[in-house]
């Protein structure tokens, strides 16, 4: 089969399985995928009809909602975490990915280091997050004590930052996970033990569990602390009336 068949899958899965744009775009690309790393074969010319796309308005949660969902969340690393997430209206990923250097306790700053589009940006600590924050760095302190003792502590850092500053940062505390995995893994790019932090996994099944808890009707994800976030610091610098 070739571009003229494939069109024709594509076109069948947007007007006869009535699938969303989304999922034909997934077919699409593991298609091109197949095609030019398994068969090596290009395929040119594909016009197929797109799928519709449908654009819903994002879930947000109740400032009372909020409340109750983040006491359902477990104390310690877990809402520390989510918590994070709302007060801050990180991504997942920029949570997970700070470092004890981005925690700024003496200015009350968070700071975000190549976000979406390559951009550094800081953020005003939650008060009420700080002290959670401190025993958060604490408890990492203690896993990066730990490595040292069993052969030397490294985190992942680009590879042109060890080569500038000779294996300095993947070795400094400064550079250690705020949030850190319990367990080190070899990392397969340079068959070196290190440790990661933490996954999203770990965060979807403590959002998924409080949500239930908290009995919060809604389809609740990360990104909804996100909108959340953010709509209700529209509503506290504009409230109505």
Known sequence: MGAVEVEAFLNHLAINR????????QAFSALLFL????????????DAK???TRKLLPVVLSVAEVKEFLRAV????PRTLV??????GLRVSEALRLRVKDVDFGNGLVWIRDGKG??????????????????QVERSRILFEQDEERGGARVWVEPSLDRKYGHGPSRNWTWFWVFAA??????PRDGKRKRHHLMEVSVSRWISRAVKEAGIEKRVSAHTLRHS?????IRSLHPAG
């Not at 918590?83 to 801050?88: K, P, S």
């Not at 390559?118 to 025993?135: Q, Y």
């Not at 319990?182 to 990392?187: F, I, M, N, W």
């Open 35 to 46: 095609y030019g790393q398994a068969l090596k074969i290009e395929l040119k010319g594909i």
């Open 83 to 88: 918590g994070l997430l709302y007060g801050c």
């Open 74 to 77: 477990p104390e310690g690393t």
């Open 18 to 25: 009535g699938l969303s744009g989304a999922t034909q775009n």
């Open 50 to 52: 797109r799928a519709k």
């Open 182 to 187: 319990e367990g080190r893994s070899v990392d």
């Open 118 to 135: 390559g951009k550094d940006r800081s953020l005003s600590m939650p008060a009420k997050l700080a002290e959670a924050l401190r025993r």
């Open 229 to 233: 976030y953010a709509t209700h610091l």
